[in-house]
């Protein structure tokens, strides 16, 4: 069974980098008018951000497959009131550092 299951998961990595090539070969085939619509240069502007805030809220607010809310929380809490006051960025993250510490330590 071990081995069967080995082998489907490298099934599954060699198909995702097939297609990860494919997509980046491709890419550079698209016309360059395609590229410069103001409407495909907003959406490459805005797709980073979205899709890292993403990334912070499931690392922050799950614990594998359970919605939990805990010291994390507190510490994105932080960091976001620090950055929206215009914090520097060494101060949001211990700020951050701060807050998760101290939650973690009373109330868990």
Do not use: C
Request: charged residues 15%; positive net charge; hydrophobic residues 55%.
């Amino acid at each position: 069974m071990e081995g069967k299951a080995m082998s489907q998961i490298w099934i599954a990595v060699l198909g995702t980098s097939a297609i990860a090539f494919a997509l980046k070969y491709f890419g550079h085939s698209v016309p360059e008018r395609y590229l410069n619509n103001p409407r495909m240069l907003r959406i490459n502007t805005l797709m980073p951000i979205a899709l890292l805030s993403a990334l912070v809220a499931v690392q922050t607010i799950t614990d594998k497959s359970k919605l939990v809310i805990d010291q994390r929380l507190a510490g994105l809490s932080v960091a976001v009131i620090a950055l929206l006051l215009k914090a520097p960025f060494p101060v949001v993250v211990l700020g951050s550092a701060v807050a998760s510490a101290i939650t973690f330590r009373y109330l868990s």
